[in-house]
């Protein structure tokens, strides 16, 4: 069974001790940060292994809305729920519009903000596994389709889609050639790097803003591939 790492963000040591607490208690692995700098930072070291980030918005340094957009610029598909003392709708208007999934208010019911966590956890690593989102574009696996940078939808190849899935599920990590070749192509088939590289010139003009210069898709010489994720 799969273990969820949920990131607490909270500068109440109190309270981020029971969370992490009874998070554990619901077999959950916890990451915790008590000020702005310190969440930026220890998110950035585990951004692909957070699964849910559990944010306040009054924090020494950097406030919650800032990390909020922190996070979603790093790793869009990572889900946040807001967890504060700031009931006005005015600030949960805000905390939505930078992307939150839900916003909750101090005092809060520790079993029904467990019961959001789960369910919230179910439904965003199901969209997680089928699309993947990243620079204004999305992949979906399920249906083979694609929306590039300039907002159309395509369809792409069986093969181009396992390539990107092959790129975008080792974020930052290279995978090479020979790799790509022995989990895309049949024994029999006459896959080159040539075909690969061609794949490549396709996912940068779908992707990038400048193809030229590409931020996501990288080409290792002599080695393979690699996407990445700043």
């Not at 779908?206 to 010489?221: A, Y």
Request: proline share 3%; hydrophobic share 40%; aromatic share 8%.
């Amino acid at each position: 069974m799969q273990q969820f790492t949920i990131h607490i963000i909270e500068d109440e040591l109190t309270l981020a001790n029971t969370l992490k607490l009874n998070l554990e208690l619901e077999n959950y692995k916890t990451i915790v940060s008590h000020t702005g700098n310190t969440a930026i930072a220890d998110f950035d070291k585990n951004k692909q292994n957070i699964h849910l980030v559990l944010l306040d918005i009054m924090l020494p340094d950097v406030n919650g809305f800032e990390i909020c957009r922190h996070v979603k610029l790093k790793n869009p598909n990572t889900p946040v729920i807001f967890l504060t003392a700031k009931n006005q709708t005015i600030n949960k208007i805000e905390g939505l519009k930078l992307g939150a999934d839900d916003y909750i208010t101090k005092p809060f019911d520790l079993e029904e903000l467990l019961l959001r966590i789960s369910n919230l956890i179910k439904r965003t690593q199901k969209q997680t596994d089928d699309v993947f989102k990243f620079n204004n574009c999305e992949i979906n696996f399920e249906t083979f389709e694609i929306l590039d940078i300039t907002g159309i939808k395509r369809p792409i190849s069986k093969r181009e889609i396992g390539l990107l899935k092959l790129l975008t599920h080792n974020v930052n990590k290279v995978i090479s050639r020979d790799e790509i070749i022995e989990k895309l192509w049949e024994v029999n088939e006459n896959a080159s790097s040539r075909t690969i590289d061609n794949y490549i010139l396709n996912f940068r003009k779908w992707f990038e803003k400048n193809p030229k210069e590409p931020v996501f898709f990288h080409s290792i010489r002599g080695v393979g591939y690699k996407f990445m994720l700043i």
